[in-house]
């Protein structure tokens, strides 16, 4: 499979670049678009580009809201051998990050010295296995996937979470080649705006309806007529807005997944006629369609030591396929939370909700 090159020379000279506080250099335009930017701190290696950041705490977070959502910082491979490093970033980005012994994660998925790392890995004892390939490999031009339903796995991180999370942190400790195994990001403002009036008009006010998995609420387990197990407080599914206004920029955008993170027994769309076959679904699948058109979304070529920073409230991704029996991969990921906007305010955290 052909993917194509994370950042062609064209792109590079198109690109918007300036200093940043603190000795930063920002390159807007990781799409011929402008959408997304690279950070980088001339001779600096990990630790200092992090007490660099520390010392200039808003340079990082206003490059990712001018850069509409993604940040890439190249060159950060001295943070697999100092986990705490990553901690450190990720305070910078909000004043919560998440410890994941303390919200259900499976022990195995832990970093086991700093338990605020998310560790997603084909190797032991994470063993969790990539998405599978798309089917057909390649769209009809023959080009590599990323729209849906084509491309699989859209998503917002823990989108079933009220208040959700805002930004997530993620470091190629040990990547595979070049071509499998990308993320790919969408941006969901761009992609708001390009609806049309109608359409922006249709969508305001309404909400998507968000659950975990596992929980027998997924489109397969729906159209297969699996029985739901009964939930339990902290699993109840949340209403989330289709249109979330960032709280930084004031910008509006799209917030939704797809199959995976939606309930479809009785949703996806709350108000609207549930079910994979009904209006609500009709409307998900178009708007996900939309937003994960090729023009809206950036593909990144892992490459050991990059650090890639997403914006949950105004993007989504998705992982791709890697050859997992040949390949080993090792990502570490951190959350951060503390500013979902004003609609979320004084609202207890659904997912530490007391088991009755």
């Not at 012994?101 to 195995?108: I, Y």
């Not at 939704?256 to 549930?274: K, T």
């Amino acid at each position: 499979m052909t993917a194509p090159a994370r950042w062609d020379y064209a792109t590079r000279v198109a690109a918007k670049e300036r200093a940043m506080e603190g000795g930063f250099t920002l390159v807007r335009g990781l799409t011929s678009g402008g959408f997304g930017g690279t950070v980088t701190l001339a001779g600096a290696d990990a630790a200092d580009l992090v007490a660099t950041a520390e010392a200039a705490p808003c340079a990082l977070p206003a490059a990712l809201a001018e850069c509409g959502g993604v940040l890439l910082i190249p060159g950060m491979g001295g943070v697999a051998t100092a986990p705490e490093l990553l901690l450190r970033l990720s305070r910078i980005f909000g004043p919560e990050v998440e410890n994941y012994r303390e919200t259900g994660s499976a022990p195995n998925l832990v970093h086991p010295e700093v338990p605020q790392i998310f560790v997603v890995s084909n190797t032991p004892p994470a063993s969790r296995q990539p998405p599978a390939k798309p089917e057909p490999e390649l769209t009809p031009e023959g080009k590599f996937p990323v729209q849906f339903p084509q491309r699989r796995g859209w998503h917002s991180d823990q989108s079933f979470r009220r208040p959700p999370p805002d930004v997530s942190l993620f470091l190629g400790v040990q990547t595979v080649p070049r071509g499998q195994g990308q993320t790919l990001f969408a941006d969901a403002t761009a992609a708001y705006e390009a609806l049309s009036p109608e359409m922006q008009a249709r969508i305001e006010g309404v909400d998507g309806l968000h659950i975990g998995g596992g929980l027998g609420r997924r489109r397969e387990a729906v159209l297969a007529g699996t029985p739901a197990p009964a939930l339990k407080p902290n699993q109840l599914p949340q209403r989330q807005p289709l249109v979330r206004e960032h709280p930084v920029t004031g910008k509006r955008a799209l917030y939704m997944c797809e199959y995976g993170q939606m309930d479809w027994l009785e949703g996806p769309i709350y108000g609207m006629e549930p079910g994979p076959h009904g209006e609500g679904a009709k409307l998900l699948e178009a708007l996900m369609s939309h937003c994960t058109q090729e023009r809206f979304v950036y593909v990144h070529e892992w490459t050991p030591g990059d650090l890639v920073i997403w914006d949950n409230r105004c993007t989504l991704h998705a992982a791709t396929w890697f050859d997992a029996e040949h390949e080993a991969r090792v990502m570490w990921r951190t959350t951060v939370s503390g500013n979902p906007g004003a609609m979320y305010e004084g609202e207890a955290k659904s997912w530490l909700a007391a088991a009755e």
